[in-house]
């Protein structure tokens, strides 16, 4: 249908899924063009964006990666901009600390809640469902790090862009709908094991071996903590199926070791 309907797109046809910085790293290959927009499939510009985001590219030179404003399918804003996360923030970022901590001045400065969501502003990171990046950038650092399946591979783009000397800024002139799918009540082992064991690779790689180690342990002890509180909740009778499954998550978490 593509290669019909849209003769001018050039069609790169996997024939098994090689993740989502494999997959991007094939396009940026034999992309051309002055900028590259990556853009994820559950998202819809809205009028006027790509055209914003390419005068804005045009008229700041030093900018290599713009992120748009992003908004929910329901026309809520979400959450698309950060500061480079520290330590602090990997031990509370969607651990059980976070939901006894929700609003504790670490992960308020890491989502950037003390800034404007309407205004220009330099950051440290965007999120990767919608990134307008200039080419100059991956003609110098390259494209995604495939050391990382799922999560935190944009953090780590925009990290060595910054390393490189670019700026990064998010622009909420250029709004773009992120029809992301919303969290049930039952745990999903899979997106937790590549969620925190690519948060444990970032902090390896750039903050060394013992640094991770220690992450790890602490991670690891946060879901025996939670599988715990899970089986004793099954114990109890308190919503016994929902309570099953996520003891099952959490065993397969631990099984995994976060490697």
Request: proline share 3%; hydrophobic share 45%; charged share 20%.
């Amino acid at each position: 249908m593509l290669r019909a309907e849209f003769p001018r797109a050039r069609v790169i046809a996997n024939s098994e899924n090689v993740g989502f910085t494999r997959g991007n790293n094939q396009a940026l290959a034999i992309a051309q063009g002055r900028y590259l927009f990556l853009l994820n499939p559950d998202t819809e510009l809205r009028s006027g964006a790509l055209q914003t985001l390419v005068a804005y590219m045009d008229a700041h030179p030093r900018v290599g990666i713009v992120g748009p404003q992003l908004f929910y399918g329901d026309g809520s804003p979400q959450s698309s901009r950060r500061r480079f996360p520290t330590l602090a923030t990997a031990f509370l970022e969607s651990t059980k600390l976070q939901q006894w901590l929700p609003r504790h001045r670490v992960l308020t400065r890491y989502y950037m809640d003390d800034t404007r969501d309407d205004a220009t502003q330099a950051v440290d990171w965007i999120n990767g469902s919608a990134m307008f990046v200039r080419r100059a950038v991956y003609d110098q650092i390259g494209g995604f790090d495939e050391q990382f399946f799922m999560y935190s591979e944009e953090l780590d783009w925009c990290y060595r862009a910054k390393q490189a000397g670019w700026q990064i800024v998010y622009l909420p002139t250029a709004q773009v709908i992120h029809y992301e799918g919303k969290s049930s009540e039952q745990v999903v082992a899979a997106r937790d094991i590549y969620f925190h064991s690519s948060k444990i690779r970032f902090f390896r790689k750039y903050r060394g071996a013992a640094v991770a180690a220690i992450l790890r342990a602490f991670l690891l002890a946060m879901f025996a903590f939670q599988l715990a509180e899970e089986a004793t909740k099954w114990l109890i009778g308190h919503k016994r199926a929902l309570r099953a499954l996520r003891v099952q998550a959490y065993w397969h978490v631990l099984k995994s070791g976060l490697k």
